[in-house]
């Protein structure tokens, strides 16, 4: 089984091609005209083991908030059509990233009900060409499309660029270990029967 998707997204703010593989290696490009987002979304997929090609044309001029909120959809998208009925995953993630003075954590649920928080203090500032503001925007983005539950707790940290990486790392670590097939698993992880 495939677990994959091609996602392609246009509106007037931005033009979006997405391939999502699940069980991957975290190999692809990453290519959105933001550098730090593609150092971030580099580190979403070789964290979360996915491999994933993103190219982006969005409208820089204005900021980079379309890109990166389009590109959340558009991967959230992705992976909700990769996952397929959802049977056979492990449905929970956890993780915990200490990245120097910062820690970050995060809890997934593959719980087919879209939801985003993200507790503690990401100062508001650019880390490089990337409004660090954008990652609550691009987590709430993935979670919704996907019908994520995703909890992100910012622990400690001065440094913006390492809270940010963190959060990004934690969120990875957990998709990834979400998403991953439990050989236990004989069908959709719920009582329901159904995510």
Do not use: W
């Amino acid at each position: 089984m495939t677990r994959s998707a091609e996602i392609s997204r246009t509106t007037k703010e931005t033009d979006i091609r997405l391939s999502l593989t699940l069980d991957g290696a975290g190999e692809g490009e990453r290519s959105t005209g933001v550098g730090f987002f593609d150092h971030m979304l580099d580190a979403l997929a070789r964290h979360a083991r996915l491999d994933l090609d993103v190219i982006v044309k969005g409208d820089l001029e204005t900021g980079p908030h379309h890109t990166v909120e389009d590109t959340g959809i558009a991967l959230g998208r992705a992976l909700d059509e990769a996952l397929g009925d959802r049977s056979h995953i492990r449905r929970y993630g956890h993780a915990v990233v200490p990245m120097d003075e910062a820690r970050a954590s995060c809890a997934i649920d593959v719980s087919g009900r879209p939801y985003a928080s993200v507790e503690g203090n990401i100062p508001a500032e650019a880390v490089a060409d990337f409004d660090s503001d954008l990652t609550e925007e691009f987590l709430r983005a993935v979670a919704g499309a996907a019908n994520l539950t995703v909890h992100v707790a910012i622990e400690r940290g001065t440094n913006t660029h390492h809270i940010v990486e963190a959060a990004f790392k934690a969120f990875a670590r957990a998709l990834g270990q979400a998403v991953s097939i439990d050989p236990h698993e004989t069908g959709v992880p719920s009582t329901k029967g159904l995510l």
